[in-house]
């Protein structure tokens, strides 16, 4: 359909269309009801990915590994004191309430074992805390910073720090569970600090990190929404001068967000921390479309052309580019679903949405709901009243000197991208803000640490794990792990095997060793476990035909580059050392991020390059012409590599956010091309003029509303850098960057590249 057929159809129909559309949204976003946050850490893995497939087989092998971790640090003295030692007791017992715990550990309940006699006892490490002596402190000390299972784990080497851990396994079924746990587990910490004020208390484990994100994403949703639209109503304002016609706009963009928002909640599409930016983005680019249609209605309207013919002129001028920059955008958002991150297909999935919403109400709704509005023009408008002319003599003068200088620049800052390092700290995805942030440093630097890698080790048989060749074999891959820089603790069945060697001789310190018989190791197993109480057995540590045993690796202060390389030198041992049925690569959440970075922008580039391709197609065949579609590229190409290369000279480190950039920017950065190649084509094709004139009349027509767009989608993006979780704040970060740098080349590189390109065209005098 033509435009002119388009806009009298609109007009015709004008109060028809508003209350259709109206109607529309509200069924639409009546879906908002069956949104869901997704608060599970594993969202973040798609089902193929293989380390998800190993750290769910360890999972389902031992026990999962959500938790909620106590710390308590006496502000006098170590933990070895009865007020301690209490309150370490009274979050133990409390522990075993939280919803879904199935395990607590803590240096209270630790099963001591020990040789009496001729008899074998096993108990809590400490009982009846009152009743305590000094001498009893201080063999409990003893015990407690000599056992290799609790040192750097449960309680720090000099025994100031000491820490419960709640071993959680949540159903997944119901999405208040995160909150539920984390609400009961401060109930407790809070109880701890007010009955014992002189022992500080912390909170952390996955549970509470993995609430402290969801929090992070509602609180950027409670407060930079509100934010980000209250300075998107300014700018807007400032740059139309007109109240309706700014309500208009607010009105298409609320209603494309809550369009979108319910569509998603239709579909099923879940909320995450990556979706949860969606509202964010899309009331960023919902405007972009209306900006264009109105800016071009009111300067219609001050040279005296009557409101509908306004109208119909500013659809004609708008249609085609509108159309093109919302097709070209949603592809661009669409491509993200090749991430290896399912939140982030989330994200594009409901992105695409609203921006093929909002091209649906710019077009429709809002030159519908202009014809009907009384509006009122200002004469004059400083914000839209520049001449450009200054600027497009000097970018024809100048064509060559700026053509060699964009691209020399360019190129130049994206040879930081050379300095860029996939690496990621799970830690520092929240900021210093987040008690779980601050509780995470703490316990890195007094406790033990914050990353796992864990191993499934298999003996080959049912009842292997007691092979005194297994056996020895998994204490060298254990004393070979406590040898690694940043490694603090090694959990080993085998410090268990050794244990009750030396409590079955009396506790003789030289029978602390593996047993060198199949049966004695066996037997000293199969005693130890009937002598555990109930929740405390050994299935976290050995399966249950007993063929292979679990090894944990706990790790302060690496980066997840450094962990991967850790465990790849780890699993060289392991060839090299064991026989075959023993070789396995690490798992563990910590793991799994330190590769979803690497594999994320692998993934992405190809994305990209397909969404490229897709788009350069598209422009070549809307703009009927290859020369100039293979021309668009240039600047829509180079500002991600001029960004990600000043992200690389200025920081140097990208992690999760990152891997999404390029596919997020693309579709945004080509709107700006399109609208400035489709006015200069009108010019050429159209009115016949040559290209220093045409550029001159895209400078003219579109140019305002360029830099309006892109200063609100900063305005948009920007106020994500605010964000107190990682990942979003990255995003915008570099989202500004890459668009702020989009538009210099579009008003420097664009006309003087499309000027020499034609040069063979050119009639004016210089050309």
Request: charged share 20%; glycine share 4%.
């Amino acid at each position: 359909m033509r435009s002119k057929t388009l806009t009298q159809f609109i007009l015709a129909h004008r109060l028809s269309i508003i209350c259709v559309t109206l109607v529309l949204v509200l069924l639409s976003a009546s879906g908002m009801r069956y949104l869901v946050f997704n608060d599970d850490t594993r969202i973040w893995f798609g089902e193929r990915n293989p380390y998800l497939k190993a750290y769910v087989a360890l999972e389902n092998t031992y026990v999962k590994s959500d938790n909620v971790y106590f710390v308590l640090a006496p502000q006098r003295g170590t933990v070895f004191r009865r007020e301690v030692l209490a309150a370490v007791a009274d979050i133990t017992r409390a522990s075993w309430q939280l919803p879904f715990a199935n395990r607590v550990d803590s240096i209270n309940n630790y099963q001591h074992s020990y040789s009496r006699g001729d008899e074998f006892v096993v108990e809590d490490l400490v009982a009846d805390v009152e009743r305590l002596s000094e001498k009893d402190l201080a063999a409990i000390k003893q015990v407690a910073l000599n056992e290799p299972t609790l040192r750097n784990r449960l309680i720090s080497p000099v025994g100031d720090v000491t820490a419960v851990n709640v071993n959680i396994i949540r159903p997944s079924k119901d999405p208040d569970e995160l909150a539920r746990i984390t609400a009961a587990a401060n109930v407790i910490a809070d109880d701890i600090r007010q009955r014992y004020p002189d022992i500080d208390l912390y909170l952390s484990g996955t549970i509470v990190f993995d609430h402290a994100i969801v929090e992070a994403t509602r609180h950027d949703i409670e407060t930079l929404l509100p934010l980000m639209f209250g300075l998107m109503i300014v700018v807007i304002y400032l740059l139309l001068r007109s109240l309706l016609g700014t309500l208009a706009i607010i009105l298409v963009i609320t209603l494309s967000t809550l369009s979108a928002m319910g569509i998603a909640g239709w579909l099923g599409i879940n909320l995450n921390p990556a979706s949860g930016n969606a509202p964010v983005v899309i009331l960023t680019l919902a405007m972009a479309d209306s900006v264009h249609i109105l800016v071009t209605l009111f300067q219609k309207m001050r040279e005296e052309m009557p409101k509908e013919s306004a109208i119909m002129e500013s659809m004609r001028i708008n249609l085609r580019p509108v159309l093109l920059t919302s097709i070209t955008t949603a592809i661009g958002f669409l491509s993200m679903n090749y991430s290896d991150a399912p939140p982030f297909h989330d994200l594009g999935n409901i992105v695409a949405i609203g921006v093929i919403i909002a091209l649906i109400l710019s077009v429709l709704f809002l030159p519908a709901l202009m014809a009907v509005l009384p509006l009122r023009i200002a004469k004059k408008n400083p914000l839209v009243t520049l001449s450009y002319d200054r600027l497009a003599a000097f970018v024809v003068a100048k064509r060559k000197m700026l053509l060699t200088g964009a691209i020399g620049f360019s190129l130049l800052l994206s040879t930081g991208i050379s300095r860029i390092e996939l690496d990621d700290n799970f830690i520092e995805y929240m900021d210093e803000s987040f008690a779980a942030r601050r509780a995470a440093e703490f316990i890195q630097s007094r406790l033990s640490g914050f990353d796992v890698i864990e191993y499934s080790l298999e003996a080959g048989e049912p009842g292997g794990i007691s092979d005194p060749r297994y056996l020895a074999r998994v204490e060298e891959f254990a004393n070979w792990y406590r040898q690694q820089s940043g490694v603090v603790h090694v959990t080993s069945f085998t410090d268990i095997i050794k244990r009750l060697n030396r409590n079955m001789h009396n506790d003789a310190e030289e029978y602390y060793r593996l047993p060198d018989r199949r049966e004695l190791a066996a037997q000293y197993l199969l005693l130890y476990e009937m002598s555990l109480p109930y929740g405390l057995d050994l299935n976290n540590r050995i399966n249950v035909d007993k063929s292979a045993s679990r090894l944990s690796v706990i790790i302060r202060g690496k980066s997840s580059r450094e962990l991967r390389q850790l465990d790849q030198r780890a699993q060289q041992w392991l060839r090299k050392h064991t026989p075959d049925y023993m070789h396995t690569a690490g798992t563990g959440l910590s793991i799994m991020f330190s590769h979803i970075s690497r594999i994320n922008i692998n993934t992405m580039l190809l994305a990209s390059l397909f969404a490229l391709v897709l788009i350069s197609a598209l422009l070549m065949l809307a703009l009927r012409s290859v020369k100039i579609g293979f021309a668009s590229l240039v600047p829509n190409l180079m500002p991600a590599f001029a960004a990600f290369g000043l992200w690389g000279i200025f920081i140097g480190q990208v992690g999760l956010a990152a891997a999404v950039i390029v596919a997020l920017t693309l579709g945004i950065v080509v709107d700006d091309t399109i609208h400035f190649i489709s006015n200069y084509l009108a010019a050429r094709q159209q009115e016949r003029q040559p290209p220093a004139e045409a550029v001159r009349r895209a400078f003219n027509h579109v140019a305002t509303a360029l830099w309006s767009t892109t200063l609100i989608l900063v305005v948009g993006f920007g106020v994500l850098v605010f964000s107190g979780y990682k990942v979003t704040s990255e995003m915008g970060l570099l989202t500004v960057i890459t668009i702020s740098l989009a538009l210099l080349l579009d008003f420097l590189l664009l006309p003087a590249l499309l000027v020499v390109i034609e040069r063979k065209k050119a009639v004016t005098a210089g050309d």
